[in-house]
Nanobody, 124 residues
Framework: QVQPVESGGGLVQAGGSLRLSCVASGRTFFSYAMGWFRQAPGKEREFVAA????????FYKDSVKGRFTISRDNTKNTLYLQMNSLKPQDTAVYYC?????????????????WGQGTQVTVSS
């Protein structure tokens, strides 16, 4: 079993940067693709970015392309999300998750283990 734990959220001004981390316990972290999702108040959870298990391919929501970068370090069982040029509309709780099931990388149902989330707030 894999238990992800996110960290790195906080309050930042528009235009600023944050780096989220997700440490996943369990010896099989390296064998899973992983993703970041977010949920803003009053909205459904949405896909943000995903990365294959070796890190050779990445996928992004259109609105974060060029601003966010997903990466992973399998030697440290850690997933990252570098967020630059943050906007108020990026405000949300950010979740990392492991993708064990088949399906598109942006499909929430393809992910099984979820972290508890970390709050990101971008002020204007």
């Amino acid at each position: 079993q894999v238990q992800p734990v996110e960290s790195g959220g906080g309050l930042v001004q528009a235009g600023g940067s944050l780096r989220l981390s997700c440490v996943a316990s369990g010896r099989t972290f390296f064998s899973y693709a992983m993703g970041w999702f977010r949920q803003a108040p009053g909205k459904e959870r949405e896909f943000v970015a995903a990365i294959t298990w070796m890190g050779e391919d990445t996928f992004y929501k259109d609105s974060v392309k060029g601003r966010f970068t997903i990466s992973r370090d399998n030697t440290k069982n850690t997933l990252y999300l570098q967020m630059n040029s943050l906007k108020p509309q990026d405000t949300a709780v950010y979740y990392c998750a492991t993708k064990q099931y088949s399906g598109p990388y942006g499909y929430e149902g393809a992910y099984n283990y979820w972290g508890q989330g970390t709050q990101v707030t971008v002020s204007s």
